[in-house]
């Protein structure tokens, strides 16, 4: 509504338009205009306290509007499908009752401050990610202590969210992506709690009501957990909201997950699909924690290989042979390690040919050095995207967040940026042959192996 309004009154203007002369000459056509370097942004000034119960606070004032974010990690790690299940149902049921409130009550309190409170759990954390207007940070942070001091997990409740995640689940799993993606976890991890994300719908059925309260006594704890507000709110007091709602909170530390385990290449894996008309290509392996000083050249040969739309996967298997439609590469960052993935989906009868060509650019950036457009290219995206990403209370919430859960400060965002621009064509290169080149990585497949294991065959042993 507001452009057409702007619109409307603009529709007989011509008169006062500006002469023609003064327009920016077009650039050429297929010529892509030289993006401007991105300015450095002040580093954020970040208050760090730990409380004398172990919960340590992060604080970033930034007045642009009046929110606050606000993001809690609680270490969570375990071992075993039964433990991934009853985390699981704990993280979906967290809001549905407290010693005060209902989950209608707990919901309608949230809204009123005009505010969102959500949660999500993985291999590493429980996750408490909330927003609302700045001038209710205490009472956010209230509801915030009413479930975890006190979450009382009502027998009907869990049942319900139980029911429904079993049904998610086992429709997740039956997806060909997260089929690709498990069976791929489960090379690089084996018996490790990484091994999988989604849990064992099975097991999640057995999950009851007394279960999750134990879970929660014994490893929701303020023992290791960082709590990171961002927004219109003096580092004072909200250290003061925080002491005020949960310096009683206490329990004991939880332990870390355990430490990667060796990885082991071996042959091609096949997960037969029988009738599929598409393969689910994946292929894995190590990757550079962030602190790594080998870190930022594994980051640009990545996006050089297929970290973004410009990307020599992408212009080889989508543009020029058009055999999928988002190939990708990506390195995701753990508790305990890292991971480089690509993936691509392909119709079945062009599995051998794509497979190829992955092969031949992981190779080729093995072997030879990317040129220096390339590398200038990739090194822009990354330092705008990190700024992008960290532009925002939200954005630089969740950025602070998850640095301090592996152990980073805000420091990274200065430091990460200038070590970006230090690296070169050789670094790439090298980096590539040792983390990145085929002879190194997992390949997985997902599709109707009698039509794909012939041309799959010719490209390497096939687990039989």
Same mark, same amino acid.
């Given at each position: 509504?507001?452009?057409?309004?702007?619109?409307?009154?603009?529709?007989?203007?011509?008169?006062?338009?500006?002469?023609?002369?003064?327009?920016?000459?077009?650039?050429?056509?297929?010529?892509?205009?030289?993006?401007?370097?991105?300015?450095?942004?002040?580093?954020?000034?970040?208050?760090?306290?730990?409380?004398?119960?172990?919960?340590?606070?992060?604080?970033?004032?930034?007045?642009?509007?009046?929110?606050?974010?606000?993001?809690?990690?609680?270490?969570?790690?375990?071992?075993?499908?039964?433990?991934?299940?009853?985390?699981?149902?704990?993280?979906?049921?967290?809001?549905?009752?407290?010693?005060?409130?209902?989950?209608?009550?707990?919901?309608?309190?949230?809204?009123?401050?005009?505010?969102?409170?959500?949660?999500?759990?993985?291999?590493?954390?429980?996750?408490?990610?909330?927003?609302?207007?700045?001038?209710?940070?205490?009472?956010?942070?209230?509801?915030?202590?009413?479930?975890?001091?006190?979450?009382?997990?009502?027998?009907?409740?869990?049942?319900?969210?139980?029911?429904?995640?079993?049904?998610?689940?086992?429709?997740?799993?039956?997806?060909?992506?997260?089929?690709?993606?498990?069976?791929?976890?489960?090379?690089?991890?084996?018996?490790?709690?990484?091994?999988?994300?989604?849990?064992?719908?099975?097991?999640?059925?057995?999950?009851?009501?007394?279960?999750?309260?134990?879970?929660?006594?014994?490893?929701?704890?303020?023992?290791?957990?960082?709590?990171?507000?961002?927004?219109?709110?003096?580092?004072?007091?909200?250290?003061?909201?925080?002491?005020?709602?949960?310096?009683?909170?206490?329990?004991?530390?939880?332990?870390?997950?355990?430490?990667?385990?060796?990885?082991?290449?071996?042959?091609?894996?096949?997960?037969?699909?029988?009738?599929?008309?598409?393969?689910?290509?994946?292929?894995?392996?190590?990757?550079?924690?962030?602190?790594?000083?080998?870190?930022?050249?594994?980051?640009?040969?990545?996006?050089?290989?297929?970290?973004?739309?410009?990307?020599?996967?992408?212009?080889?298997?989508?543009?020029?042979?058009?055999?999928?439609?988002?190939?990708?590469?990506?390195?995701?960052?753990?508790?305990?390690?890292?991971?480089?993935?690509?993936?691509?989906?392909?119709?079945?009868?062009?599995?051998?040919?794509?497979?190829?060509?992955?092969?031949?650019?992981?190779?080729?950036?093995?072997?030879?050095?990317?040129?220096?457009?390339?590398? &200038?290219?990739? !090194?822009?995206? @990354?330092?705008? /995207?990190? $700024?992008?990403?960290? =532009?925002? #209370? *939200?954005? %630089?919430?969740?950025?602070?967040?998850?640095?301090?859960?592996?152990?980073?400060?805000?420091?990274?965002?200065? &430091?990460?940026? !200038?070590?970006? @621009?230090?690296? /070169?064509? $050789?670094?790439?290169? =090298?980096? #590539? *042959?040792? %983390?990145?080149?085929?002879?190194?990585?997992?390949?997985?497949?997902?599709?109707?192996?009698?039509?794909?294991?012939?041309?799959?065959?010719?490209?390497?042993?096939?687990?039989?």
């Amino acid at each position: 509504m507001i452009g057409s309004a702007v619109t409307s009154t603009s529709t007989n203007s011509a008169r006062s338009a500006p002469p023609a002369a003064t327009a920016t000459p077009a650039a050429p056509a297929g010529v892509i205009p030289a993006v401007r370097p991105t300015e450095p942004a002040a580093l954020p000034a970040v208050t760090d306290r730990t409380l004398a119960n172990g919960l340590r606070v992060l604080v970033v004032q930034r007045g642009s509007v009046p929110i606050v974010e606000v993001r809690l990690r609680i270490p969570f790690a375990g071992r075993g499908p039964v433990y991934q299940a009853r985390a699981e149902v704990l993280a979906e049921t967290l809001f549905t009752g407290s010693r005060r409130l209902n989950r209608v009550g707990l919901a309608t309190e949230v809204q009123r401050l005009g505010g969102s409170l959500s949660t999500g759990v993985d291999s590493d954390r429980l996750a408490v990610v909330g927003s609302a207007l700045a001038a209710n940070l205490e009472p956010l942070l209230e509801i915030m202590a009413d479930v975890l001091l006190g979450a009382t997990f009502p027998d009907d409740e869990v049942a319900g969210e139980r029911d429904r995640i079993v049904e998610d689940t086992a429709v997740a799993r039956s997806q060909p992506a997260v089929i690709a993606r498990e069976a791929l976890l489960e090379r690089l991890f084996g018996d490790h709690p990484y091994a999988t994300a989604i849990p064992d719908p099975d097991v999640v059925g057995q999950v009851g009501a007394a279960d999750v309260r134990g879970l929660h006594a014994e490893r929701v704890s303020p023992a290791g957990a960082i709590l990171t507000l961002v927004g219109d709110v003096s580092p004072e007091r909200a250290l003061a909201a925080v002491t005020a709602a949960l310096g009683d909170w206490s329990g004991r530390p939880a332990s870390s997950a355990p430490p990667l385990p060796e990885l082991h290449r071996g042959p091609i894996v096949i997960v037969d699909r029988p009738g599929a008309v598409q393969t689910n290509i994946r292929l894995g392996g190590a990757a550079l924690d962030r602190s790594a000083p080998g870190y930022p050249a594994q980051r640009l040969a990545s996006t050089i290989f297929g970290g973004y739309f410009s990307s020599r996967l992408v212009n080889n298997i989508r543009e020029d042979k058009g055999y999928t439609y988002s190939p990708r590469s990506s390195i995701d960052h753990y508790q305990v390690g890292s991971r480089f993935t690509v993936a691509a989906d392909v119709a079945t009868e062009v599995t051998g040919p794509a497979l190829l060509e992955i092969l031949y650019e992981l190779g080729r950036l093995a072997v030879l050095p990317p040129t220096q457009d390339e590398l &200038d290219a990739a !090194r822009q995206y @990354a330092v705008g /995207t990190l $700024a992008i990403g960290s =532009a925002t #209370a *939200a954005g %630089l919430a969740s950025t602070l967040s998850a640095l301090a859960g592996v152990g980073i400060g805000v420091e990274y965002l200065r &430091d990460h940026p !200038r070590a970006l @621009a230090e690296v /070169t064509a $050789a670094d790439v290169q =090298a980096v #590539a *042959a040792d %983390l990145l080149a085929p002879t190194g990585l997992i390949t997985v497949l997902v599709g109707d192996k009698a039509k794909i294991v012939r041309a799959v065959g010719a490209l390497g042993l096939i687990e039989s």
